[in-house]
């Protein structure tokens, strides 16, 4: 079955830089479009960026110039670069199939002032 696991989320203070990764498994990722969404406490899930199977890409303008997002198909991993974080960063990470219902279980990051 479809699988997707986060890792990389951490505590960083302000302007710190961190690096996200989500592994996945149980499809043949180098033909789906990949995105990176986020939660914050008592907001609602929004989009975060997506990289498309031929490595098309868009962000969300509160992330553009911040953020970058990558792919391996061979090691069938996602990649979040996130640099000059900021306190409204805070959120969970989470990677999703695009289009689909498949969701990873999420990496909290945490930026401080």
């Known amino acids: 079955q479809v699988r997707l696991v986060e890792s990389g989320g951490a505590a960083v203070p302000a302007g710190g830089s961190l690096n996200l990764s989500c592994e996945a498994s149980?499809?043949?990722?180098?033909?789906?479009?990949m995105d990176w969404y986020r939660q914050a406490p008592e907001k609602e899930r929004e989009f975060v960026s997506v990289?498309?199977?031929?490595?098309?890409?868009t962000y969300s303008p509160s992330v553009k110039g911040r953020f970058t997002i990558s792919r391996d198909d061979v090691k069938r991993t996602l990649y979040l670069h996130m640099s000059s974080l900021k306190t409204e960063d805070t959120a969970v990470y989470y990677c999703?199939?695009?289009?689909?219902?498949?969701w990873g279980q999420g990496t909290q990051v945490t930026v401080s002032p």
């Open positions: 990289i498309d199977s031929r490595g098309g890409i």
């Open positions: 999703h199939v695009s289009g689909t219902d498949y």
């Open positions: 149980g499809f043949y990722f180098p033909n789906w479009g």
